[in-house]
């Protein structure tokens, strides 16, 4: 696997935070962290970082994949997963141990406190959650690449929006086509939102058929080598009235304002208010009901987030979603989503399809 | 929705249960028993059971859906959602509450102790992780229409598992077969595993084309409404040897066995045992690396389980698979699952491919 990146710079950064976070040992549940500090794509582990080599925990169906795919770690065969973490840390020495919260079960815990008494549990979500926030350049043209196939799919798929054809077809045959050039999955349930129900920013496609005068939103991407995509546009059935035009144009304005705010050392916040601000001006405010945009990686939601809450800081290498959105019900919506990456003096937009409206069908 | 099951018996049996328990409120996070218990099916949300009308806790995305899908339930809107169920607690004056600990994540549980300091926190895991193990008419007729559509569209796909065609386009054609059939998803990632890789019991299907002589394991199922189908067939392609034969028989005997023991009150580990010594004694005993089945339902996976460490015993209504398997490195494995309803008097196979010994290609 040439272009798939080392990880062992990401295990160098990983002992930095350790030395900083008072622990001896951070032990990972999550299996998108798993595979991105050691390689592993099981669905079933955990791995413990501390001062000799990591340790790879997994169970008998695992043992030949994570020594294949995970050399830099040492594969341990567990039985029953809180005993072999256990034993493991018990055979190291290790006392304080430092965990992801969110992604340990109360009865996983629970376990571990029974079975590794002298333990003390340090809870890092925030620290460790963030820890593939910024991409490497061998991430990057993974992320990259999944953008490509899923506007290739949708370059291919878009003759079928048009009036009469149900959303639920074309979000099967968008789907169909993203596996058959090459993606892995879907990178979440595809979204295909048509009229009215474009007015709803998490619709579900379904019976409801295409019809001249609607909005139809697309939000769709693919999954290559567990690197997602994460695109969103919106088209015009059989021509565009004032309404529509004008909604349009105060997103893609917003949009367009977020964009230009993006470099290293701008608050995430100061992203939103960008967008939001270009809506709220416009009168819209009480319509955009969402945040503007979050990272995207081997998870198609992850760090940062960029909401009015958020306290993250823009880095060089993040590669992250601009998606403002009007949602007005019973007449329609618009959201446009591009997914960009961070660089040194500014931004790049990596998905592929123009965010001018669109008439189609 | 005329056959969407109702959900309020299911709410008297947990009542029972609540009284039994010794605690006042039940707090389920697992989305898939708010679903059971409500018949609400979005991505987020909280359930709170004590003594009045059920109170359903959702985000602001799902206020008007959740009012739709769970008449029985009063739609609570959160902001945060520890803070919701926090303020939901106090409102009710209720201090001892159940939960799943396996469905709670630490960090959840955290914010709980900290925003409602009086309520004490019981884990109750095995009688909560239970509760959907025996299916009522309505689910038995979900899952039956789910192992129909699967079956329908493996009929329609078979004559692509033939020489030169790889793995992972049969797979990418069953699954679109599947939803273009009215499928709401696959159960779970397809499963098509030729010639040594059919010894894998968790392979993923790849660029491996099929040859004259291979084993093809085909572990697929299909959602209908929520509730998952799950059957494996094991075909061999252009002709099956002496050792193919062998083989097949004998995990054909220790799946038939296991299908003859059933019936309300027998051992789940009885079941597995009756497999289990098939295989055995035919000198395979260290070949079958996994359990002889589990429930399913709305996961795909759930209880009871039929493995040799399983305390759960029969119940008229469950649905279970029967799934024992082969698995011979450098040769190739088969596997033979079928989906079966525990009756009153024995057993009801629900899915619908013949396990003969089929060859094709």
């Known amino acids: 696997m040439p272009d798939q990146p080392s990880t062992a710079p990401r295990i160098s950064r990983l002992r930095a935070l350790l030395r900083r976070s008072n622990v001896e040992a951070f032990l990972f549940l999550d299996l998108k962290n798993i595979r991105y500090l050691t390689g592993f794509t099981g669905s079933d582990g955990a791995l413990l970082v501390g001062a000799g080599k990591p340790l790879l925990l997994v169970d008998g169906r695992y043992t030949t994949q994570a020594g294949r795919e995970a050399p830099g770690a040492r594969v341990v065969l567990y039985r029953d997963k809180a005993s072999g973490i256990a034993d493991a840390l018990s055979a190291q020495g290790v006392e304080r141990v430092g965990f992801e919260p969110a992604a340990a079960t109360v009865e996983m815990l629970t376990g571990l406190r029974r079975k590794a008494k002298k333990v003390r549990w340090t809870p890092l979500q925030e620290k460790l959650g963030a820890i593939r926030a910024v991409k490497d350049p061998g991430e990057i043209r993974l992320i990259g690449r999944a953008a490509r196939i899923a506007a290739g799919a949708l370059r291919s798929t878009l003759e079928r929006i048009r009036p009469g054809v149900c959303e639920r077809d074309i979000a099967i045959e968008l789907e169909y086509a993203m596996r058959s050039m090459g993606a892995e999955a879907p990178s979440f349930d595809t979204i295909i939102a048509s009229g ?30 567990g690197y997602h995509s994460d695109e969103t546009c919106t ?39 960008a967008a939001r601000g270009v809506i709220e001006k416009a009168g819209y405010g009480s319509r955009f009901s969402h945040g503007t945009g979050h990272g995207v990686g081997l998870d198609v939601h992850e760090a940062p987030r960029l909401s009015t809450l958020s306290d993250a800081v823009l880095e060089q290498g993040m590669v992250i979603t601009i998606e403002p959105g009007i949602y007005l019900p019973g007449f329609g919506g618009v959201r446009i989503e591009d997914m960009v990456l961070v660089e040194k003096d500014g931004a790049r937009v990596l998905t592929e399809f123009s965010k001018e409206l669109q008439v189609i069908g």
Chains 1, 2 share one sequence.
């Open 196 to 225: 009215p129900n474009s007015a709803l920013p998490h619709a579900r496609p379904g019976s409801r058929k295409i019809r001249p005068g609607d909005f139809v939103v697309v939000d769709y991407g693919a999954v290559w080598r």
């Open 235 to 273: 088209f015009a059935v059989g021509g565009a009235g004032r309404r529509h035009k004008k909604v349009y144009a105060v997103v893609k304005e917003a949009h367009d304002r977020a964009l230009e705010t993006l470099r290293p050392g701008v608050a995430c916040r100061d992203v939103d208010a």
